[in-house]
């Protein structure tokens, strides 16, 4: 393959991704781009069973639009790819028990993020990016593995920290 080639994948790979998980964390905190503000972002934790309030919706939306940017931009892109890792493990958890397809409100779509994420943080993001531009983070094997360990760790921990145990039903 060309490298002209694998950059351009690469650009359109980060491009895309890195663009709709920013509009993901827009939607968690404001009214644009259909959201419904961080009240309707609050409410949404709430009903999937996490405490925190406004706090949690934020910083879920705050997490979703620095990750998605940097991804975009192809800028730190281990923390990036950690960062989407994160916030997509703890939705995934969330949509676990509807099973893997998302016309049942299921994990597919945060699944794919997740290894999207992880294939970045393997790969590099490629010639045509930030990193790459001002020298920062070479790909090696043991970014990746951060990458993906701190990534994975934190949304578990998020999701065993700030979820609240279903109620019993009798």
């Known amino acids: 393959m060309s490298p002209t080639l694998l950059n351009l ?31 309707g972002g609050t409410r949404e934790f709430r009903e999937d069973g996490f405490r925190g309030g406004p ?7 705050a997490g979703q639009i620095g990750s998605g940017l940097l991804l975009a931009a192809g800028l730190a892109t281990p923390l990036a790819a950690a960062g989407v890792i994160g916030v997509m493990t703890v939705a995934l958890t969330v949509k676990w028990r509807h099973g893997l397809w998302v016309q049942k409100d299921g994990y597919e ?17 490629g010639q045509w990016s930030a990193d790459q531009l ?4 070479p790909v090696s094997a043991w970014w990746s593995a951060v990458a993906v360990t701190v990534g994975l760790g934190s949304g578990l921990l998020t999701r065993i920290l700030l979820h609240r145990p279903a109620a019993p039903t009798d």
């Open 9 to 39: 994948g690469l650009l359109i790979l980060r491009l895309v991704t890195g663009l709709l998980i920013a509009a993901h964390g827009i939607q968690k905190i404001s009214f644009h781009l259909g959201g419904k503000g961080l009240e």
């Open 55 to 61: 706090l949690t919706a934020l910083a879920a939306g």
């Open 134 to 137: 001002i020298g920062l983070l």
């Open 109 to 125: 779509y945060p699944l794919v993020l997740i290894t999207t994420a992880a294939v970045l943080a393997a790969t590099g993001p």
